[in-house]
């Protein structure tokens, strides 16, 4: 396997008046080069705080780093300085964002911004940076390259928007990168054309990425392995032939249960009961068992993650009888 990421036991927690809140609580996940890693879970659960963590982007205070390690080509991020991360952020890790108008400025044309990242980073001269900004916008299939490199980000809809935004993150070839929500804002045909750029980018490219959303249908057509989080931490992990297959974890059969497919006909989508726990007391067993339709009284305990088969983990000892009922 050939990791260029790797998360131990990651924890970042909130200092609030209210208590601690266990953002991420024992995270733990690889990414390899040119393979996609989608992580899914409901709103809440830890996805972007996780990703914040590798990128140094967590609010300290209150926010903080409670434990693990992030190892990226060997180094552990979480110990070098605010200057030395900020040399890799955009660099060798790149983020986009769900919005891209909080990352474009509105007061530059796309083509400034994009160049002035390459000029930044690359020390290219001034031409060259633009020549190559140009290039990067044809690369994310913008129509008249030159000319859009010219145009603000407001004169930009809202799909243009987010292809610029890839170009400026995949501007310095970055080794990995993160997308949160890429496509959430945007109607779903952009949203297939974004997620076709991503998908072709991160083949010829070779980078991995690590793709951050609540949707599984996105999961499912991008990614090559699966995480699930649920409450601060990994509940399921699978390739995602065998996540869509053979999900173990309740909370992922119940995830899956509630996306719409051509088969569920009459729309009768089941959705999860409840709610997520709150982060600043979490019950002391399973964490979903309180909205679990299998628990039983072991639940109470902690649950640890469990090898399945092959690297299929799942934090439910109940598993095994979980698939009884659920196949009775
Ligand atoms: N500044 C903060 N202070 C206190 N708690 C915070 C802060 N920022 C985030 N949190 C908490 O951290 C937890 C994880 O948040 P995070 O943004 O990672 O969720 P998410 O999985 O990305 O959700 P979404 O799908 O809505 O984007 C949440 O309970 C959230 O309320
Ligand atoms: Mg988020």
């Known amino acids: 396997m050939n990791s260029i990421l790797r998360v131990n036991d ?3 927690y909130f200092d609030t008046e209210g208590g601690i809140v266990r953002a991420v609580d024992g995270v733990s996940f690889e990414v390899e080069a040119g393979k996609t890693l989608g992580i899914v879970g409901e709103s809440g659960c830890g996805k972007s705080m996780t990703a914040y963590s590798i990128l140094g982007l967590v609010p300290q205070p209150p926010g903080r780093i409670a434990g693990g390690e992030i190892l990226f080509e060997d180094r552990n991020l979480l110990q ?3 200057r030395q991360i900020r040399a890799i952020r955009g660099n060798d890790i790149a983020m986009i964002f769900q919005e891209p108008m ?20 690359r020390g290219a001269d001034r031409r060259d940076a633009w020549r190559r900004a140009v290039e990067l916008l044809e690369l994310v299939d913008i129509p008249l390259p030159e000319e859009r490199a010219g145009n603000y980000p407001h004169e930009l809809s ?7 935004m890839i170009a400026m993150a995949i501007s310095c070839d970055p080794k990995l990168l993160i997308a949160d929500e890429p496509t ?8 297939a054309q974004i997620l076709d750029v991503l998908r072709r980018l991160q083949e010829e490219l070779g980078m991995g990425l690590m793709l951050i959303t609540h949707d599984l249908g996105i999961v499912a057509e991008m990614a090559h392995e699966v995480l699930v989080m649920y409450a601060g931490q990994v509940v399921e992990q699978a390739d995602v032939e065998t996540l869509f297959g053979s999900p173990r974890h309740p909370y992922t059969r119940g995830l899956l249960a509630s996306v719409p497919t051509m088969s569920s006909g009459t729309g ?13 007391s979490f019950p002391a067993g399973c964490r979903f068992a309180p909205r679990c339709d ?33 196949m009775a």
């Not at 959430?184 to 949203?191: E, F, S």
């Open 10 to 12: 990651l924890k970042t």
């Open 80 to 82: 070098l300085s605010p």
């Open 102 to 121: 909080t990352s474009l400025n509105p007061v530059f044309t796309v083509g400034e911004q994009i160049a002035e990242a390459i000029r930044l980073h």
């Open 158 to 164: 809202g799909g243009m928007r987010q292809r610029a």
């Open 184 to 191: 959430t804002a945007l109607d779903v045909t952009i949203q």
């Open 268 to 280: 009768e989508l089941s959705t999860i009961e409840g709610t997520v726990p709150d982060p600043v």
């Open 294 to 326: 299998f628990a039983v009284e072991a639940c109470g305990r902690p649950q640890a993650l469990l090898d399945v088969e092959g690297s299929h983990v799942v934090r439910c000892a109940e598993w095994q009888q979980v698939m009884q009922e659920a």
